[in-house]
């Protein structure tokens, strides 16, 4: 064990409670990759049609017809959201935050906290939730459970499209359903997501002062307003806090918080296998 890692072991035994920032790179420590051999196993036809890179700018193409679209996103959304073994990696984050006061904000919208046994009290989705659905305009703001539907696209869908009865529209205006995914302004942020909302400002308020550690992991620079910049900032204003940055390729802080501060560069599920140990 590296002296990093003995370092953090310690510093989650210490903290009186802990907040966890989980990025994308997280789930790809999971094996929830967007590119390469999963990419190819359920989306060749879309490939060979479109010569798409990845699950990830695959999302953005403006697909022909709705059939065809929903034909791709039930597929995103099915094996990335319900089509989901268990996580390792999930699992051994929680055996660490066990008696422990924690928190977890995550970017990720894959529900793997949740169903890996982490309490839903717990847990703020920022950006979304692949198994929901919201009116594109929107011209209200709730959001719909999509399993179901999304089910039976996977199952009915033919040569890259759906049943046309089966494109999801709006119960309220009758337009197109969407993701609910904060991609611009409509993003839809619903009771549920308020609800978490309020609960992450509750445990941070209650933790301003005193050991409380930030564990940050596999959070990139795509949107650090949400989870990185927020975390350096109350590091420094709290002498007894400390930040942890767990990532392959992206460990750093500022120099402000330098001594405040455990940076492992190196894979995550290695990392946590070897703190439960």
């Given at each position: 064990?590296?002296?990093?890692?003995?370092?953090?072991?310690?510093?989650?035994?210490?903290?009186?409670?802990?907040?966890?920032?989980?990025?994308?790179?997280?789930?790809?420590?999971?094996?929830?990759?967007?590119?390469?051999?999963?990419?190819?196993?359920?989306?060749?036809?879309?490939?060979?049609?479109?010569?798409?890179?990845?699950?990830?700018?695959?999302?953005?193409y403006?697909?022909?017809?709705p059939?065809?679209?929903?034909?791709?996103?039930?597929?995103?959304?099915?094996y990335?959201?319900?089509?989901?073994?268990?996580?390792?990696?999930?699992?051994?984050?929680?055996?660490?935050?066990?008696?422990?006061?924690?928190?977890?904000?995550?970017?990720?919208?894959?529900?793997?906290?949740?169903?890996?046994?982490?309490?839903?009290?717990?847990?703020?989705?920022?950006?979304?939730?692949?198994?929901?659905?919201?009116?594109?305009?929107?011209?209200?703001?709730?959001?719909?459970?999509?399993?179901?539907?999304?089910?039976?696209?996977?199952?009915?869908?033919r040569?890259?499209?759906?049943?046309?009865?089966?494109?999801?529209?709006?119960?309220?205006?009758?337009?197109?359903?969407?993701?609910?995914?904060?991609?611009?302004g409509?993003?839809?942020?619903?009771?549920?997501?308020?609800?978490?909302?309020?609960?992450?400002?509750?445990?941070?308020?209650?933790?301003?002062?005193?050991?409380?550690?930030?564990?940050?992991?596999?959070?990139?620079?795509?949107?650090?307003?949400?989870?990185?910049?927020?975390?350096w900032?109350?590091?420094?204003?709290?002498?007894?806090?400390?930040?942890?940055?767990?990532?392959?390729?992206?460990?750093?802080?500022?120099?402000?918080?330098?001594?405040?501060?455990?940076?492992?560069?190196?894979d995550?599920?290695?990392?946590?296998?070897?703190?439960?140990r």
């Open positions: 064990m590296s002296a990093a890692i003995k370092k953090l072991k310690t510093a989650i035994e210490n903290a009186e409670a802990i907040l966890v920032g989980a990025g994308s790179g997280f789930s790809t420590a999971a094996g929830y990759t967007y590119s390469g051999k999963r990419f190819y196993q359920h989306f060749a036809d879309f490939i060979g049609k479109y010569h798409f890179g990845d699950m990830y700018s695959a999302g953005f403006p697909f022909p017809t059939e065809e679209k929903w034909a791709y996103w039930s597929r995103h959304i099915y990335n959201r319900y089509d989901q073994p268990e996580s390792p990696v999930h699992k051994a984050l929680l055996q660490l935050l066990q008696g422990k006061d924690y928190f977890v904000l995550t970017t990720n919208v894959d529900h793997l906290f949740q169903n890996n046994g982490f309490n839903k009290q717990r847990l703020f989705y920022t950006q979304g939730d692949y198994g929901l659905w919201q009116c594109q305009t929107p011209c209200h703001h709730k959001t719909y459970d999509n399993e179901e539907t999304v089910r039976r696209m996977i199952k009915e869908q040569n890259m499209k759906i049943p046309t009865e089966l494109v999801p529209h709006c119960p309220i205006c009758g337009e197109e359903m969407e993701m609910n995914l904060r991609s611009d409509s993003f839809v942020e619903d009771e549920g997501w308020h609800a978490a909302a309020a609960r992450y400002h509750d445990f941070l308020s209650k933790h301003q002062s005193g050991f409380i550690l930030y564990l940050e992991l596999g959070v990139g620079m795509n949107t650090p307003g949400i989870i990185k910049f927020p975390f900032k109350m590091t420094a204003t709290n002498p007894l806090a400390t930040y942890v940055c767990l990532n392959k390729g992206e460990a750093g802080s500022p120099d402000d918080i330098k001594g405040q501060s455990i940076l492992i560069d190196d995550i599920a290695s990392v946590l296998q070897e703190l439960i």
